[in-house]
């Protein structure tokens, strides 16, 4: 779309390209670790749609600058957008109300785009998600217990479609996808037990009827025994479900871990580049 060419033409300092195109959550990735590598305290991040007003920078850092937050979100006004459609719009504040929970932080508009996030933050991101960053990002800050804010900001007169949302019907699949893949990393036992939870009811309330009719002396020999064999495999497909999550409440025990692993590489080895040029520069 011409963005970099755009940038060069502006005498932008510094540019990185992927020589094919590896989606938006990669290119975000590259960023952080490109500003990273060159020494950034605060990182912002923005659309190259014109979406979001660059003047509200410096009030996006500033939280940052003065140690209230650690990342802060550029909030739009969703229902006042015009050109966004009210499916859009809902589909807006459902992935932000799952981002809150998944997060536990109170971000109004989490798909947003415009972002300013401070070098702690950036040493421990890691995306997993290949559709986009804007939703993991978060549920990844609130999981290390960052102090998330946001700003409210306008948004420019719509220039072009978006790239990322090329249907309304896929944006609806991917990202529905993405997020049920997010609760799946982040909140595995959660996210299954709520799923064993209606297995579990059903299976209880056929072994309760079972149970008032036994008591009732109205069941005889060899009758009502379905609503035993349903119940039974309605509370085992439960069990089954709830150790799939503590399975990946494990696996999510376990990437922690080498999360914390890689986040001491990068930073000894971000020091240690930081320190060979300070002292090529002496």
């Known amino acids: 779309d011409r963005t970099a060419e755009v940038a060069r033409a502006h005498g932008v300092d510094h540019i990185v390209r992927h020589k094919v195109n590896k989606g938006l959550a990669a290119a975000f990735q590259t960023g ?66 799952v981002v809150r929970a998944a997060s536990e932080t109170d971000v109004p508009d989490a798909p947003s785009g415009f972002r300013a996030l401070s070098r702690e933050v950036a040493l421990r991101i890691n995306i997993f998600t290949r559709y986009t960053y ?21 948004v420019n007169q719509k220039l072009r479609d978006s790239r990322l949302i090329r249907s309304t019907p896929r944006y609806v699949l991917r990202s529905a996808a993405s997020i049920l893949q997010l609760y799946t990393i982040y909140k595995p036992l959660r996210l299954f037990l709520w799923i064993a939870l209606p297995f579990l009811l059903f299976g209880s309330a056929l072994w309760l009827r079972y149970l008032i009719i036994m008591l009732q002396g109205e069941a005889e020999r060899g009758a009502h025994l379905q609503s035993i064999v349903i119940g039974a495999v309605a509370i085992l497909l439960s069990f089954i479900i709830g150790m799939f999550g503590l399975l990946g409440e494990l696996i999510s025990i376990n990437r922690r871990l080498h999360e914390d692993t890689l986040y001491l590489v990068r930073k000894r080895a971000l020091e240690k580049n930081t320190s060979s ?5 002496g």
């Not at 140690?67 to 459609?85: K, L, N």
């Not at 939703?135 to 700003?151: C, P, V």
């Open 134 to 154: 804007t939703l993991e990002t978060i549920i990844q800050a609130g999981a290390h217990n960052f102090s998330i804010t946001h700003i409210p900001v306008t």
């Open 277 to 281: 040029q300070i002292s090529r520069k």
């Open 32 to 97: 952080l670790n490109t500003c990273l590598e060159r020494g950034a305290d605060v990182i912002v991040n923005t659309d190259a749609d014109n979406q979001y007003p660059g003047a509200a920078i410096p009030d996006l850092v500033h939280p940052i600058l003065e140690g209230r937050a650690d990342m802060v979100i550029g909030a739009r006004r969703i229902d006042e957008i015009p050109h966004f459609s009210p499916v859009k719009k809902l589909l807006q504040r459902v992935g932000s109300a």
